[in-house]
């Protein structure tokens, strides 16, 4: 079974924050962790990885608790384009589950 | 352009008629995989290699095989097809295991066996 869990689905409103969580108590202290997004039937597309701090780039933010037993992922401006499936994945574990399906709403 | 490259994109053939569907890639990259997707099931790991000659099982392997004879390609090969191998197949490549850098994923093979 993958090491991460994350909700089957979740809407957001145009133009709003989406904050996509995903649950991973059970990675090691030395796994990355890493978002990926896939639209309809596209191969997936890398968003962010993170370790232990926060990272932001130019597609999302991730928000890694203290603890590393979750994190976050933030679209901060959320448009129609971003609905997709979105996978957080382990480094070492590398198992895609059912992901969580973000539908951003106009 | 860094790219993972996938052919045929979709493939629709008989059971039992042997089929390869070709990755490669052109970032120089020492780790592949290939992956199915079937709804509801998320991405499944069928194989994956660390670099040339070097080929493991991944969760369902049952039914593939796989080569790395060089860095660049990791080709799929379906010997028996049988309808349960009807799929969305992805190839996937990263510098290396070890590395931090994220896959690369191809554009994805269509395959319906009847």
């Known amino acids: 079974d993958a090491k991460t869990t994350q909700p089957p689905s979740m809407d957001c409103a145009e133009g709003r924050a989406a904050n996509l969580p995903c649950n991973h108590s059970?990675?090691?202290?030395?796994?990355?962790v890493y978002w990926y997004r896939q639209i309809h039937s596209q191969g997936p597309q890398y968003i962010i990885h993170?370790?232990?701090n926060n990272e932001t780039n130019e597609m999302a933010s991730l928000i890694i608790t203290e603890d590393r037993k979750s994190s976050t992922l933030i679209l901060p401006h959320a448009t129609l384009r971003d609905t997709a499936v979105y996978y957080c994945?382990?480094?070492?574990?590398?198992?895609f589950g059912a992901g969580t399906r973000l539908t951003v709403k106009p | 352009e860094a790219q993972v490259t996938q052919n045929p994109r979709y493939l629709i053939t008989v059971t039992g008629k042997k089929l390869t569907v070709t990755c490669s890639q052109n970032?120089?990259?020492?780790?592949m995989s290939w992956y199915r997707q079937d709804p509801g099931l998320g991405l499944r790991q069928i194989y994956y290699?660390?670099?040339?000659?070097?080929?493991d099982k991944g969760d369902v392997p049952e039914g593939y095989k796989v080569s790395r004879k060089e860095k660049r390609n990791f080709p799929l090969i379906l010997e028996s097809p049988s309808p349960n191998q009807t799929s969305l197949y992805f190839c996937?490549?990263?510098?290396?295991?070890?590395?931090?850098?994220?896959?690369?994923f191809g554009d994805g093979t269509r395959l319906s066996i009847l």
């Open positions: 290699s660390m670099n040339v000659e070097v080929t």
């Open positions: 970032m120089n990259h020492e780790y």
């Open positions: 996937a490549s990263s510098p290396d295991r070890g590395s931090n850098q994220p896959q690369h």
């Open positions: 993170g370790l232990k």
């Open positions: 059970t990675i090691s202290g030395n796994e990355y």
């Open positions: 994945i382990s480094k070492d574990d590398m198992r």
